[in-house]
């Protein structure tokens, strides 16, 4: 999998955008009783996304330090 930039169609843009919403959503509802959400919310991403998305996503959310 490429973690080049890919045009997408404003209307494929707005589905994915609208996906990733819902799948935050889904996390945050399981994790908002769990102390230490980071390995939850992993899980998920990586189930629903599988495990290279999942990188490629939380490298492009990470802060640079």
Do not use: F, K, N
């Amino acid at each position: 999998m490429s973690a080049a930039p890919q045009s997408l169609d404003p209307a494929r843009l707005d589905r994915a955008l609208d996906r990733l919403y819902e799948h935050c959503e889904v996390v945050g509802r399981i994790t908002a009783v769990i102390e230490d959400r980071r390995p939850v919310v992993r899980a998920q991403l990586e189930r629903e996304l599988g495990p290279e998305l999942t990188r490629v996503l939380l490298s492009g959310l990470a802060p640079v330090a």
